[in-house]
């Protein structure tokens, strides 16, 4: 079973805005930080943003900073990535994860990789 169901993902063009989801299986998520993890073709796995589980506390990647916002619904299981702006080189499969602690300079992902959803961003 899948600890993580990723979805919202899709083509879209430069501008444009997506707003992906994760939701978790079997679990209740209220006691975790979260985060939101792209992996690009020939890359590794980048943390793209974060949110803790108590102030709401965050971590942005300089290159979404501005752009995304990630969010959280507990009574849904589900945390968000709202993506504004889309840029080419946000072309990426996208996980969600467990993270370490969040702070706004750092976050680390602890879980493992689910199925990801693919945001590709074209004309």
């Known amino acids: 079973q899948a600890q993580f169901v990723e979805s919202g993902g899709g083509l879209v063009q430069p501008g444009g805005s997506l707003r992906l989801s994760c939701t978790a299986s079997?679990?209740?998520?209220?006691?975790?930080?979260l985060g939101w993890f792209r992996q690009a073709p020939g890359q590794e796995h980048e943390a793209v943003s974060c949110?803790?589980?108590?102030?709401?506390?965050?971590y942005y990647a300089d290159s979404v900073k501005g752009r995304f916002t990630i969010s959280r619904d507990n009574a849904k299981n589900t945390v968000y990535l709202q993506m504004n702006n889309l840029l080419p080189e946000d072309t990426a499969v996208y996980y969600c994860?467990?993270?370490?602690?969040?702070?706004?300079?750092?976050?680390?992902?602890?879980?493992?990789w689910g199925q990801g959803t693919q945001v590709t961003v074209a004309s």
């Open positions: 994860s467990y993270t370490g602690p969040v702070r706004d300079y750092v976050c680390f992902a602890t879980g493992s």
């Open positions: 079997g679990f209740s998520l209220d006691d975790y930080e």
């Open positions: 949110i803790d589980n108590s102030d709401g506390g965050t």
